[in-house]
């Protein structure tokens, strides 16, 4: 393959849900490219994306896709991305990577709940869309409904470049009104007959030519008069206004496929080439020190590694966008992120797991390379000079949490091993090991996201293991002031142990004033404070701490061992085990001897203390509360919301977007355990939803007298 200039190059994702046929299409313009001589398909499981062995098993697409087309002297570098929402990483890092997308739609379903959600993400990232409307050869196709879906979705940027003569079985042949031909194709697809209209199709085609020329001349002021002076635009200018409007998504063209019999994808490779921007027309990337950065192939060298796979018999290949400058083979270049310095040994350009060795790449371009030693996904790799770092991927948070261990105790850190590695290749996938849940959680986008974790460990890595319901991470907390004093006395022979702490409890809150003066049991104690310390607690809420002590009844150095004690007792609430939070302590007397008292007995005094006055000060536990955006259509907003409100939602409110409800609530993480399952259930998969954290907020009564019978059974177990 020759070496592509930055103005020779276009970067395009392909984008869709499940079932739209992207996989098909990507394997039809890689035939038309000439890149491989027979087409494969899905079902018989040798297409070029969705080569590995769980995307075969499942029939779906797992893991994003990099191809490259030569298409009339220029470089189409496409990635294939998955459509399932439990995927949807693979559809971030590449929309930061390209610059426009092309959003394929089943043209039974038209605008799908995907198909939403991924538009969504083209917005966040400003960039260009082109519609194709595919499969028009299924008996169920509706074109017309489609037009009228993506219209009250996204109005009059919604242009037709081509529409169907007929769809259904019948279907093969299309009006193109930008060229204003008919295209027309045999059985087998392939190359088409290039017609004139007929004439029962002129009018419709005269109408939405001049609905394209308008759109066109929108985008450009001199286009814009030459319109106003001619009535019309020649094709080149039509081009040329078209481009203009999809830099700044003034537009959004659509085109017609049928990809399973490859029919109008040689007329849309001819569009990508010809009208899309290239890569140095697009906005510039952006390093984390806020400098713009030009793709100038003379500028210095820098590469962004936005993707990592592990393939047998090679290892782990690393795919990257060369931001600035060029690559050859033989570089030494420094890792921004890790200090270490890297070797490019070979370069490629990808068509799926086919590697074709190209000598050098430029300021644009999209590639792979094998066997680096210390780079991961999101690092940055610069020549002499140079100091670009790049952090602009940001991922969803998760939707879907599991315990996860193996089926044999003793291979736990290989799990860990294997986990961490596949979370390079998926970064939505989130390992945590919970020192405070004595759990290993894997958190990713759905049920079908970990299920397909699973199905990885255990046949590619010959690791059983098993998926459970994760514990809840509760806190507790107090609602009333108590107080409590504890004596901490040993004798033994020789020195012993002697400590005693007094001390008041409340519950905690900013902006609280000083202490001043309490009544327990009729008795008052008034407060002098000598000094307050306030600690950030790891896990959330804060613990101030009191010195209260008046004549010098505990010496200020058992003072920390005090805290020391109190802050182990924070840590394993005195109710589950739940770590404490939001506690004001006030340590205002005590009693020491002058041999036997020591750091250890101030520590188990004020342990001790501190776990009876929090038993007396109204203890609570609280519950993570996650904020839920679900989008919902309209059709199944009564069946979602009953259901929310049987996991103990709170609805915040709703409101409408073009056929879909879009419902806030606030749903305690607890019944969040299956939720994407059952809302998949609910809505036929045409609901999404996410969730991010919001608060601690009080658990109810009844819920609370669960959890404390379930931990006393647990610690009568152990």
């Not at 079932?19 to 087409?39: C, N």
């Not at 101030?544 to 008046?550: A, H, L, R």
Request: with cysteine.
């Amino acid at each position: 393959m020759k070496v592509y200039q930055t103005n020779e190059i276009k970067n395009i994702s392909i984008l869709g849900s499940s079932g739209s046929g992207k996989t098909t299409l990507a394997e039809a313009m890689l035939y038309e490219g000439g890149v491989i001589k027979r087409r494969g398909s899905v079902d018989s499981g040798n297409t070029v994306s969705d080569y590995f062995p769980v995307e075969k098993e499942y029939g779906y697409s797992v893991f994003s896709t990099v191809f490259s087309v030569e298409w009339q002297d220029r470089k189409l570098n496409f990635i294939d991305c998955p459509g399932s929402d439990d995927f949807i990483g693979g559809a971030v890092s590449a929309l930061n990577v390209t610059d426009t997308a092309l959003m394929v739609l089943n043209a039974q379903y038209g605008v799908e709940v995907g198909t939403i959600n991924q538009f969504r993400y083209t917005e966040q990232f400003h960039k260009p869309v082109i519609f194709v409307v595919n499969q028009l050869d299924n008996d169920k196709a509706d074109y017309d409904g489609t037009i009228a879906q993506l219209r009250e979705q996204w109005g009059g940027k919604v242009v037709p470049i081509q529409y169907p003569v007929s769809t259904g079985s019948s279907f093969n042949a299309v009006v193109d009104v930008l060229k204003m031909k008919m295209y027309r194709w045999k059985p087998e697809g392939g190359v088409p007959e290039v017609l004139e209209i007929p004439e029962e199709e002129m009018d419709k085609a005269m109408e939405l030519h001049k609905a394209l020329v308008e759109s066109a001349a929108e985008h450009d002021d001199m286009l814009m008069e030459k319109f106003f002076e001619e009535g019309t635009l020649s094709e080149d200018d039509m081009r040329a206004g078209i481009r203009a409007g999809l830099v700044i998504r003034g537009m959004f063209p659509v085109f017609c496929v049928c990809a399973g019999r490859d029919m109008c994808v040689r007329r849309t490779l001819e569009f990508l080439g010809n009208v899309v921007p290239c890569t140095d027309k697009m906005p510039r990337p952006v390093t984390t020190e806020s400098v713009e950065v030009t793709p100038d192939s003379n500028g210095p060298a820098s590469l962004f590694f936005f993707k990592t796979t592990v393939e047998p018999h090679i290892g782990q290949v690393s795919y990257f966008k060369v931001i600035s400058g060029k690559i050859k083979e033989g570089d030494d270049l420094l890792n921004a992120d890790r200090g270490s310095k890297e070797r490019i040994a070979q370069l490629f350009s990808v068509a799926g797991q086919t590697r074709s060795a190209v000598s050098e790449m430029v300021a644009g371009d999209i590639g792979a390379t094998v066997k680096l030693k210390d780079v991961r996904r999101g690092n940055t790799l610069n020549g002499k000079g140079c100091d670009y770092r790049f952090d602009f991927i940001k991922y969803p948070d998760p939707k879907y949490r599991r315990a996860v261990k193996p089926v044999n105790e003793a291979d736990a850190e290989k799990m860990m091993e294997i986990l961490m590695r596949m979370r390079e290749e998926d970064p939505t996938w989130m390992i945590e090991q919970s020192k405070e849940l004595k759990q290993t959680i894997v958190s990713g986008q759905g049920e079908f996201h970990l299920r397909t974790l699973k199905w990885r460990i255990e046949n590619n890595d010959k690791l059983p293991i098993e998926f459970y319901e994760p514990k809840i991470p509760y806190r507790e907390t107090i609602t009333k002031a108590a107080r409590a004093d504890y004596r901490h006395k040993k004798q033994s022979g020789g020195a012993g142990q002697f400590g005693e702490v007094h001390l008041i409890v409340e519950p905690y809150y900013e902006g609280m004033p000083a202490p001043d003066t309490y009544r327990f049991g009729g008795q008052e104690y008034k407060i002098s404070v000598r000094d307050t310390q306030t600690i950030d607690l790891d896990w959330g809420g804060k613990l101030v701490f009191i010195n209260s002590i008046v004549g010098g009844a505990i010496d200020a150095r058992f003072l920390p061992a005090i805290l020391k004690g109190i802050m182990a007792r924070m840590e394993q609430g005195p109710l589950t085990g739940s770590y404490a939070r939001d506690v004001r302590i006030i340590v205002y007397d005590g009693k020491m001897h002058p041999v036997d008292s020591n750091e250890i007995s101030f520590m188990l005094a004020g342990r001790n203390a501190f776990s009876t006055a929090f038993r007396e000060a109204g203890p609570k536990i609280l519950e993570p509360v996650y904020d839920v955006e679900v989008s919902v259509p309209a059709d199944y907003l009564g069946d979602v919301m009953s259901d929310l409100q049987g996991r103990r939602a709170i609805i915040m409110g709703m409101n409408s977007e073009k056929g879909y409800e879009k419902l806030l609530a606030k749903v305690p993480l607890k019944e969040m355990s299956s939720y994407s399952t059952s809302l998949s259930s609910i809505t036929g998969g045409r609901a999404s939803f996410t969730m991010k954290f919001s608060s601690y907020e009080l658990v109810p009564s009844d819920v609370q007298d669960k959890l404390l019978k379930a931990y006393e059974a647990t610690q009568a177990e152990d």
